[in-house]
């Protein structure tokens, strides 16, 4: 049994069903992102595993109780909010010291703890500014440390990053990952940034219009992505139709509609290829290392990814060219 | 800016300022005048040494504070509990908190005699003690706009649903948001709707006069309608203490310095 499960959970607005039989197992330690358009009921399942919404049927369970008749305060969750949240009359190491105190935990102990997580956060000196003293970033961080204090049994991030911008987003990404791991901590992190999901996940749920439509590690969901939602949603894809035989490029692959990565697609006749396709350069943004070519081949669109390498210019706009990939890398779409 | 416009608005804020400063300069000097051509503070000591306006003083401050508390009491979990999960109600409490301006504390008097007189279910003009609870309840009816205003302004200010929230998820309970995460955070909006309330109560004369109780107010009417010196060194008083007060709102305002910057 999983530490944290989610079953058959249900949230309706009055007729406005927002989550619908949402089911999920957390390992301990294990961190999970849900990731979904926004209004895909992603942060609706947060909440409600938070206790700031009550389901409309369903079970949340942790280390095998059952939570859902608990109220927020007494779950023993913490929770990292999108607008930092930290108190603006209490100062950074009252802001961590404030889970502890309502606990009734002794003077030292709360001083002890808050410097123990100052350190984990890096920022060991700020303990006597106010928040309003601070950038995002180190706001974003004090909300962790005071999420964490109080030795929480799962962590919650709703969209934590969402505000900050885009350097900061990516060093606290890591950061939060980096310390997540180290304490061990159960974490459910929202987010509507597919490669911010990709890159700290050990398992993503792909949701849509309240829906998981898919569960699996970002590899999985990148290159096997079972709905055309979640290959859509979740990095750039060329879409392909098998003709009325079923082919592609005269290779047989089955009915229906196909879709490759741009890194699936190479520029010419590639060892491994045994779909070509002749098409036509539209357009060539040249990346530094990367090379992105949009052409069209048999009536579609193509994107494709191309190493950049010092001996061979890339492709002239116009030009005709030769595009391959294997079968083996088209996914088929549901 | 031209001479001209430059010009025009001195002229217009001397004016405005002498139209304020003169009549007072003119009641502070008439109230200093007690002594037979010289000025001296004759006036003003015979009113501080005066036992009815230590007294009547004193028991004003103290219904003040009582009034206060209690309006705290109220308003704060009111207005968080409406912007927290009752939105909807705003018009509503809104309108009742604006009640209080218009009908008339005479209107509001009298109820209260018809209502909690000696012959009816819950007798509380039958003694002191129930009459002061009336009057300080009446006190904080005629407060109830300013409070509820100064405080829901104070709320707007501050993200009260997140908080909360932040709150709850580290295992604070209700009580504990209010005082420690919502008060704090809404003092000076809590303190200037105080001072408000301090003013009010201090000069009230209705409710105090026909309750029978021996408020400043009263006694204010009483020295104005009796002696020549006594009631502007009386004014002259009253405008200080109502300043001190304005000034204070200023201090508490300036003096919070964590809610200088809001993200």
Request: hydrophobic share 50%; glycine share 8%.
């Amino acid at each position: 049994m999983s530490y944290l499960e989610i079953a058959r959970l249900e949230k309706s607005f009055g007729a406005n069903r927002v989550v619908t039989d949402f089911n999920l197992g957390v390992e301990q330690g294990e961190f999970i992102s849900l990731l979904g358009p926004s209004g895909c009921g992603k942060t609706t399942v947060l909440r409600m595993v938070a206790g700031f919404e009550r389901p409309s049927s369903g079970a949340i369970r942790i280390a095998g109780e059952d939570v859902v008749g608990k109220r927020p305060n007494q779950r023993n969750i913490g929770m990292v909010f999108q607008a930092y949240a930290l108190f603006p009359n209490l100062t950074v190491a009252e802001n961590v010291g404030f889970g502890l105190k309502i606990k009734g935990a002794r003077r030292n102990e709360i001083t002890a703890r808050v410097t123990e997580m100052l350190a984990l956060i890096g920022l060991p000196d700020l303990g006597g500014r106010y928040p309003f003293q601070l950038s995002g970033g180190q706001q974003q961080r004090v909300a962790l440390a005071r999420a964490l204090a109080p030795k929480p049994r799962v962590l919650l991030l709703d969209e934590p990053l969402s505000a900050l911008d885009a350097k900061v987003r990516v060093s606290l990404r890591n950061e939060i990952r980096a310390i997540q791991r180290d304490l061990g901590i159960t974490t459910i992190f929202v987010t509507h940034d597919q490669e911010e999901a990709l890159s700290i996940s050990d398992r993503i749920v792909v949701m849509n219009a309240g829906i998981a439509d898919q569960v699996g590690t970002p590899f999985e969901i990148y290159n096997r992505p079972t709905t055309r939602f979640v290959a859509n949603f979740v990095g750039q894809l060329n879409l392909f139709k098998a003709d009325g035989t079923g082919r592609i490029g005269g290779v047989a692959v089955g009915q229906g509609d196909f879709a490759a990565r741009p890194e699936a697609v190479h520029l010419g006749r590639a060892a491994e290829a045994d779909i070509v396709l002749p098409a036509t350069v539209e357009e060539v943004h040249f990346l530094g290392s990367v090379i992105r070519v949009t052409a069209t081949a048999a009536g579609a669109r193509i994107a494709l990814d191309t190493f950049n390498r010092p001996d061979v210019p890339p492709p002239a706009v116009g030009s005709t060219v030769e595009l391959s990939l294997s079968s083996r890398d088209l996914i088929p779409l549901k | 800016m031209s001479l001209y416009a430059r010009l025009t608005g001195w002229i217009v804020l001397l004016f405005g300022l002498g139209y304020f400063i003169v009549p007072l300069v003119g009641l502070t000097e008439f109230s200093l005048k007690a002594r037979r051509g010289v000025y001296s503070f004759d006036a003003y000591a015979k009113i501080i040494g005066d036992p009815e306006f230590q007294a009547t003083f004193s028991y004003s401050v103290v219904m003040a504070l009582v009034t206060i508390a209690m309006g705290v009491l109220i308003v704060v979990p009111t207005a968080f509990w409406v912007r927290l999960k009752m939105p909807w109600a705003r018009p509503y409490v809104e309108f009742l908190t604006l009640l209080p301006l218009v009908i008339p504390a005479i209107v509001i008097v009298f109820g209260y005699i018809r209502l909690y007189n000696t012959s009816s279910f819950l007798p509380l003009t039958g003694t002191a003690t129930g009459t002061n609870l009336l009057l300080a309840f009446g006190y904080t009816v005629l407060a109830l706009p300013y409070m509820y205003r100064a405080i829901d302004t104070g709320l707007r200010t501050i993200d009260v649903a997140t908080l909360t929230e932040a709150a709850q998820s580290l295992g604070a309970g209700w009580t504990t948001i209010l005082t420690r995460v919502i008060l704090p955070n809404v003092l000076p909006a809590v303190l200037s709707g105080a001072f408000l309330t301090f003013a009010i109560v201090i000069g009230e004369f209705t409710l105090a006069a026909l309750l029978d109780r021996p408020a400043f107010g009263p006694y204010l009417q009483r020295i104005g309608a009796n002696k020549p010196y006594e009631p502007f060194a009386l004014s002259v008083i009253a405008f200080a203490i109502t300043w001190a007060c304005m000034g204070l709102i200023q201090l508490v305002t300036r003096f919070s310095k964590h809610t200088k910057a809001q993200p």
